[in-house]
Nanobody, 133 residues
Framework: RVRLVESGGGSVQAGGSLRLSCVAS????????MGWFRQAPGKPREGVAG???????SYGGFVEGRFVISQDNDKNILYLQMNSLRPEDTAKYYC???????????????????????????WGQGTQVTVSS
């Protein structure tokens, strides 16, 4: 199975930036969708960003242009550039690899998959992002 390891989280003040990275091993990014979701304690999982096999990106409504998802297929690294961070962005962020779904954005597929009892995809251990006022 694929192994996903997130890094780049930390504590920043509101308005700051972080760049999250996810290194995949044991498999390839080539044929699937990738994305990021987040979860704060006591709250449901939220889809953050997705990128499909054709490179099309999709974002959660709360992103509002602040984040950019990208990937380096040659190095099997997924990135999430996070700018203009807000305290409400505080959560543990996970990267995920999942099957693409025809006619559905990567984000929509991600949101559905992470709520399955047995997801089709995989995700890592997460990296904590804490944004202070």
């Amino acid at each position: 199975r694929v192994r996903l390891v997130e890094s780049g989280g930390g504590s920043v003040q509101a308005g700051g930036s972080l760049r999250l990275s996810c290194v995949a091993s044991g498999n390839s990014y080539g044929s699937g969708c990738m994305g990021w979701f987040r979860q704060a304690p006591g709250k449901p999982r939220e889809g953050v960003a997705g990128i499909d096999s054709g490179g099309s990106t999709s974002y959660g409504g709360f992103v509002e242009g602040r984040f950019v998802i990208s990937q380096d297929n040659d190095k099997n690294i997924l990135y999430l550039q996070m700018n203009s961070l807000r305290p409400e962005d505080t959560a543990k962020y996970y990267c995920a690899q999942l099957p693409c779904v025809s006619g559905v954005s990567a984000l929509e597929a991600l949101v559905e998959d992470v709520h399955r009892t047995i997801p089709y995809g995989w995700w890592g251990q997460g990296t904590q992002v804490t944004v202070s006022s």
